[in-house]
């Protein structure tokens, strides 16, 4: 859990606690009740606009029909997952995906031949993938480098964790081969990271997202047409390694806004995105 994530969960534990304190003075009976279920209910909602917005949005937008204009001429359908612009009777659709072009090199222990091999290889499979995608999209790309010590620290913290799970695996008589093994293997993976901060190397924080657009003569249509692209999307590049999963609720919005200007600081990039990606 992030900062942001502890932060939300004090807020919503005083809210509980200080309503809690003056429920006695509302009264008795069932206007107590009907106080602590508001109260349970405005920290629920708090929760799930922060852990997950992007279901609850969508969900509220779709069940009450409400419709967002990010921009003059463009309008957020009200599933939440597409942005529409009639031009001259021609719907036009654009959605998102994310896209983590690389993930092995995160998920991969040590093997650093085989990391190579991909690297090397890739360049091909992406013609390749190209080549079955019928329609134009987009492959951006937002990087910005990190505080080498503060990241230095985050791993010795997950290390330091991790250790700790794999002390009680071996204690426990129980534990089975398979929980030891991922543990051992998390960190290996951890202590492949500190080793590439040690030796030199600068880590850098990625955001990578597919931008398509499709058109049609209803919204509809224009719709299930951009749903079909994304489909073809994550199809043609399943052979590459990457991981496309479609952005929806508010960061179709933060995307959207990308187009017009970028987030300044690594800061600013991190707080507009959520769990979602």
């Keep these: ?7 939300y969960l004090a807020f919503c534990l005083v809210i509980l606690l200080t309503s809690l304190s003056v429920l006695p003075s509302i009264g008795k009976g069932i206007v107590v ?10 920290v629920f909602v708090i929760l799930i606009l922060n852990f997950a917005d992007f279901l609850f949005v969508s969900m509220v937008c779709s069940a009450l029909g409400i419709t967002i204009e990010p921009a003059a001429g463009y309008r957020i359908v009200k599933q939440q997952n597409a942005i529409i612009k009639n031009v001259n009777g021609l719907f036009y659709a654009t959605g998102y995906v994310t896209a983590n072009l690389f993930p092995y090199v995160f ?14 290889t890739s360049p091909e499979n992406w013609e390749r993938a190209v080549m079955n995608i019928g329609f134009p999209f987009k492959y951006h790309v937002l990087s910005t480098g990190m505080d080498v010590q503060k990241s230095r620290d985050e791993l010795e913290g997950k290390r330091s964790y ?15 081969e398979t929980t030891i093994t991922n543990i051992q293997r998390r960190l290996n993976i951890l202590q492949s990271k500190m080793d590439r901060i040690s030796q030199g190397e600068k880590p850098i924080a990625t ?34 390694d990457v991981d496309l999963s479609r952005i929806m609720g508010r960061e179709i919005y933060t995307l959207f806004n990308f187009n017009f200007g970028l987030p300044c600081t690594k800061e600013e990039l991190e707080a507009s995105f959520d769990m979602q990606s």
């Design 33 to 42: 009740i009907i106080a602590l279920a508001i109260i349970l209910v405005g």
């Design 162 to 176: 991790e250790e700790f799970q794999m002390s009680r695996a071996l204690q426990n008589k129980s534990a089975d």
């Design 107 to 120: 998920k991969l222990e040590a093997a650093a031949e085989n990391e190579d091999v991909k690297l090397i």
């Design 1 to 7: 859990m992030d900062d942001q994530g502890v932060a």
């Design 207 to 240: 955001v990578m997202y597919v931008e398509t657009t499709a058109i049609g003569v209803s919204e509809k249509a224009a719709v299930d047409a951009l749903t079909q692209q994304i489909n073809d999307l994550q199809i043609s590049m399943s052979s590459m």
